[in-house]
């Protein structure tokens, strides 16, 4: 693969300094923004995929061409893995797989999330690979932990492992997570591990070094 990614530039160097506000904001008053229709729509697959064989669920949010989802389905047999992006461009591009355990849905994760949170489904795992980093200061409220759909993520439960080509952006979503009351760990991904996504691929090609954060989660009392 040609090693032609550029490194993340931002004008921030830091965990944000506003990121305890926002998140405290967030966590006091939880997004209630309707779920769009189209989200319903989708999720409506999920829904009959479930009824048809009940599994515990990974989600792999903001999938991209689903080749991450393809390879967790290889990794968790007995689960079902849900792919999720809101790009039907990316998702048309997805390449296909010997397996059959997983599901891609085109719509935005934040919805999706609220719905399985409705529906009080386990969620077992649940990978945020690598989304857009938003890197200039003053997108914080566009990345993952600044978003007020953050509350929705946090009542999924089981465990959560982001990825991120950019130090900082693994780092913040860490510092967020505490301040919810979650301890997890931020560490390097090494050469040796197997690549997930096409961009880890891409990045790694280019010298990049590559940062995720892991932890459990608590869900929320029934």
Known sequence: ??????????????VHPRLGDIVQRHLRAPSRKPVATHNR??????????????APLVLDSFCGTGQSSALLARRYPGHLVVGI???????????????DNYLL???????????????GWPVAHHFLL????????????????????????????????LRSNWQTYA??????????????RVDRVTDDEETITLFEAKY??????????????????P
């Open 1 to 14: 693969m040609q090693a032609d990614s550029r490194q993340v530039t931002s004008n921030q160097r830091f």
């Open 105 to 119: 849905l085109r719509a935005e994760c934040e919805d999706i999330w609220a719905l399985v949170v409705e529906r």
């Open 41 to 54: 729509q989708a999720f409506a697959a999920l829904e009959e995929r479930l009824a048809q064989a009940p």
């Open 171 to 184: 780092e913040e979503f860490g510092s967020a997570l505490h301040i919810a009351g979650v301890r997890g």
């Open 85 to 99: 992006d809101k790009s039907g461009s990316r998702l048309q591009r997805h390449p296909g797989a010997e397996v």
């Open 130 to 161: 690598y989304p857009n980093p938003w890197p200039k200061a003053a997108q914080l409220q566009r990345r993952v932990h600044g978003h007020p759909a953050l509350p929705r993520l946090l009542a999924l439960g089981g465990t959560v492992e």
């Open 204 to 221: 790694r090609a280019s010298g990049h070094r590559l940062w995720r954060y892991r932890a459990r989660l608590t869900a929320p009392e």
